[in-house]
């Protein structure tokens, strides 16, 4: 059975931090490309990060909203990835999903969201 996740979220005043964890199980995790991404309320989901599989050079990429302020880490021994969210603005407040994607075969494994609330 396949399962993806998240947790860590929670609410925190504006310049502050948290740090996001998605475990996934049921599939072989190292071989998927993982990606962090969020909904705001009234807006559309928005990739934020992602970490490409290590076969793939493990390539990282962020958002420009994001970029210098968040960090994403896999540890595929763990079947975890992380998102370190630093100096964090009212306007990240948002779900925060993680999605690993495969992609060969085109799986997409979707976790059920975590809450981040930025408060100023």
């Known amino acids: 059975q396949v399962r993806v996740v998240e947790s860590g979220g929670g609410v925190v005043q504006s310049g502050g931090s948290l740090k996001l964890s998605c475990v996934g199980s049921?599939?072989?995790?190292?071989?998927?490309?993982m990606k962090w991404y969020r909904q705001a309320p009234g807006k559309e989901r928005e990739l934020v990060a992602f970490?490409?599989?290590?076969?793939?050079?493990?390539?990282?990429d962020y958002a420009d909203a994001v970029r210098g302020r968040f960090t994403i880490s896999r540890d595929d021994a763990k079947s975890t990835v992380y998102l370190q969210m630093n100096s964090l603005k009212t306007e990240d407040t948002g779900v925060y999903y993680c999605?690993?994607?495969?992609?060969?075969?085109?799986?997409?494994?979707w976790g059920q969201g975590t809450q981040v609330t930025v408060s100023s």
């Open positions: 999605n690993a994607h495969h992609y060969f075969d085109g799986y997409d494994f």
């Open positions: 970490q490409l599989r290590a076969t793939n050079h493990g390539s990282i």
């Open positions: 049921g599939f072989l995790f190292e071989k998927f490309d």
